[in-house]
């Protein structure tokens, strides 16, 4: 099986995605060709979640090279780092736009001809290989999360880490989608996940479509379902993860956090190792994206929710303290508290740190 959601075109033309802006309502696929098209369907969420945006912007790297035509190695060298300079600048928060675009550049400049033919093929060949390792690392961490719940546990999630964002199972929400298709009945409860709602719109018609017994909440209402003992662990994919721990994730993923510790409820990460950024010391160093005040004021509402002329500020991310979280689930392994010690260790070894 393929993933759906980015798709790199026979001819190398084009990349394919579903535009996550339009559902759960309509399923429509969008065609990129140029480098505004890539800019401007990640800037405006119609691909999105970390993984995602990485895949799509290494293909719509090639893809705009290939189609540039002749050029000496020099000037296509010159042109490709210009335009994944600009592609780099849709979004600042997920480390896996950055590491994607330079992985496709490397190939690039790695290649030992001079010839652009050999060059774009060797383009091709790493950006499909970016997303032919994220199908296998969301079905290795999605085994390790099924180590870590049980039959008929009750799981809230918070934003989307699901086959949208990445490739077939997802991060986040792999091990329930994994653990259904093994028989399991997980009751999850869905953060609607002000103000683009991906919980809503994306998570809840993920979950709904793999069978899972899915309940939709305002994000303001994860305080009770976890008092009344609903809720076994929370899932959370992420954007960028520091050297110790601290983990940018959707805005409201700290407050999630805050509250399961205060439950007494296991909050989990999962992400891709790569997600893991050891340049970044601590949370202070992520850069946080912040978007429009309509999407607050007015986006999804008949009329404007507020006064026009009051301040609004909208964070699209958030950083959860290392010490808030219970475990980061990596296809490697699973690594805990204290993450200064233990994602050093899962660099080092294959297997459970
Ligand atoms: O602004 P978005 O919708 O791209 O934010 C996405 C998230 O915060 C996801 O939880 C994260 O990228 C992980 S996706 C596997």
Do not use: W
Request: with cysteine; proline share 5%.
């Amino acid at each position: 099986m393929r993933p759906e959601n980015v798709v790199l075109s026979e001819d190398g033309k084009s990349v394919v995605i579903i535009d996550q802006t339009q559902l759960p309502n309509r399923l429509e696929y969008l065609s990129l060709v140029t480098p505004e098209d890539f800019y401007e369907a990640i800037k405006a969420l119609k691909v999105r979640g970390a993984p995602a945006i990485g895949i799509c912007a290494g293909m719509g790297l090639y893809v705009t090279m290939n189609g540039l035509g002749d050029a000496d190695r020099e000037k296509f060298l010159t042109e490709m780092h210009h335009i994944a300079a600009y592609i780099n600048s849709s979004r600042p928060t997920a480390v896996n736009l950055f590491h994607a675009l330079r992985r496709v550049e490397s190939a690039a400049m790695e290649y030992p001809g001079t010839d652009t033919a050999g060059m774009l093929a060797a383009m091709r060949k790493e950006c499909t290989a970016i997303q032919d390792e994220d199908i296998a690392m969301c079905r290795a961490i999605s085994e390790y999360g099924l180590t870590l719940v049980k039959d008929g546990d009750g799981v809230l999630t918070h934003c989307n880490a699901g086959p949208l964002a990445t490739s077939l199972y997802g991060t986040g929400l792999g091990t329930l989608i994994l653990g259904a298709e093994k028989g399991y009945k997980f009751h999850a409860y869905t953060d609607e996940t002000r103000p683009l709602l991906q919980g809503a719109r994306l998570t809840a018609y993920e979950l709904d479509k793999a069978g899972i017994d899915v309940t939709l909440i305002c994000d303001n209402m994860a305080s009770i379902v976890m008092k009344q003992g609903r809720i076994n662990a929370c899932f959370v994919g992420c954007d960028r993860v520091a050297a110790n721990g601290d983990t940018a994730n959707k805005i409201g993923t700290s407050g999630v956090a805050v509250l399961a510790k205060h439950y007494g409820v296991p909050f989990y990460v999962f992400c891709p190792s790569s997600t893991i950024d050891m340049e970044c010391k601590t949370g202070a160093d992520i850069k946080i994206e912040e978007r429009d005040p309509e999407e607050i004021k007015s986006k999804f509402y008949t009329e404007p929710m507020a006064p026009a002329s009051v301040k609004c500020y909208n964070p699209a991310f958030d950083v959860t303290d290392a010490e808030l979280i219970t475990a980061i689930v990596t296809e490697k392994g699973i690594c805990r508290y204290p993450y200064s010690e233990s994602i050093p260790a899962l660099f080092g070894k294959e297997k459970k740190c």
